[in-house]
């Protein structure tokens, strides 16, 4: 019994040396662990763990709190906070105008309770604080600089206008801060039409004070009172002539001056009809990705196809020529190879039905950039 009990507990001798190396990495990662958190507690500022896990820096500015709305980057730091969160609570400090009360400072992505509870031992928030007392104690941030601080605001002078109608330098005359004047005009522009005076509430830029400032001077004009564009008249809502335009040879500019388009809407149909070799009808036009049907009934009836798209010869094209096609797919162009190779060139669409593998949806979507010749 006692013989196999002592069998049971042998250590061999690569056993000993498993346990031997185990314990030395155990060591070893004490050591490191016991001098790596002396290092760091050398390097960190002396702050003092209070109980409640309340904590308090041992250095307050001038032997007093500071005001959450004027300290600096540097001061924070001086406090125990890291650069980039002392960083990140400026940069949202001055994105909302400075903080009114704690709730906003808990909203900083990153901060602990801990780093929020030595905030509140160091540092103060005062109701009557405004923003315009941050341009007397910059921050380290840029956006807010001194430089900018000195700027005078554009006096506002309003006058009746048409959302609807007025155009970017007439909304900028007015003295209308220019994001929202760009807001207003490429709102319409994406195919927004403005109906009531609240509908201005709508754009990003706008803020409650422009509106009630604004808001008296809207005057939006009905239906009858709009006349409608016709074709080669300059329309109301835009500086350009308004021009037929051929599709399969328009260029970005020219789609540019269509109603509702812009450099963006132009670039996107310029890319589908260079995909496609073409634009053979409207529901193509209307099939581009992201393109707003309200943009699209705009721009319609300006739009004519008096150039053909691409055409693909398909009794001399291979079958790695046909396959480039965006609606030919390589199965569909061994078929039509095969087929033409075995029974001679296509004359017509109705030929490619007589390969029993091909369906008349499919014909009619791709006959048009076909030449039988």
């Known amino acids: 019994m006692l013989k196999s009990?002592?069998?049971y507990f042998y250590i061999g001798q690569n056993q000993r040396k498993g346990i031997a190396l185990t314990c030395l990495c155990i060591l070893s990662y004490g050591l490191f662990r016991h001098f790596y958190i002396q290092y760091h507690?050398?390097?960190?500022p002396d702050i003092t763990i209070l109980k409640g896990n309340e904590t308090q820096s041992k250095e307050i500015i001038n032997g007093e709190k500071i005001s959450l709305n004027t300290i600096s980057t540097t001061q924070l730091i001086n406090i125990g906070f890291k650069e980039s969160l002392a960083s990140r609570m400026l940069n949202y400090r001055d994105k909302i105008g400075g903080f009114k009360n704690w709730?906003?400072?808990?909203k900083v992505y990153g901060i602990t309770s801990d780093q929020l509870n030595l905030l509140k031992s160091s540092s103060f928030i005062k109701a009557k604080d405004s923003w315009n007392s941050q341009k007397k104690f910059p921050s380290s941030s840029k956006k807010y600089s001194s430089e900018n601080s000195t700027k005078i605001k554009p006096v506002l002078k309003p006058a009746s206008f048409d959302p609807?109608?007025?155009?970017?330098?007439?909304l900028e005359s007015m003295g209308l801060n220019p994001k929202i004047s760009k807001g207003i005009v490429n709102f319409r522009k994406a195919g927004f039409k403005y109906k009531s005076a609240e509908d201005l509430k709508?754009?990003?830029?706008?803020?409650e004070k422009s509106f009630n400032q604004l808001l008296p001077f809207v005057d939006i004009k009905s239906e009858k009172q709009i006349e409608k564009p016709q074709l080669n008249v300059v329309d109301k809502t835009y500086t350009k002539k308004i021009n037929i335009v051929d599709i399969n040879v328009a260029t970005l500019e020219q789609l540019d001056q269509l109603p509702g388009i812009g450099p963006g809407y132009a670039n996107m149909i310029l890319k589908w009809r260079n995909k496609l070799g073409g634009f053979h009808s409207a529901d193509q036009i209307k099939s581009t990705y992201n393109l707003p049907d309200s943009v699209f009934q705009n721009i319609k009836q300006y739009i004519v196809f008096k150039t053909e798209p691409t055409l693909i010869s398909i009794n001399t094209c291979d079958e790695y020529t046909l396959a480039k096609h965006f609606y030919i797919r390589s199965k569909e162009a061994k078929i039509i190879v095969a087929y033409r190779s075995n029974h001679g060139p296509f004359r017509s669409k109705e030929d490619l039905l007589k390969t029993g593998a091909l369906d008349t949806e499919w014909v009619e979507k791709v006959s048009p950039y076909l030449n039988f010749k």
């Open 5 to 7: 009990l002592q069998s």
């Open 41 to 44: 507690m050398q390097t960190l």
């Open 103 to 106: 709730d906003q400072v808990e």
């Open 164 to 170: 609807n109608l007025v155009t970017l330098e007439e």
């Open 202 to 207: 709508r754009i990003y830029t706008m803020d």
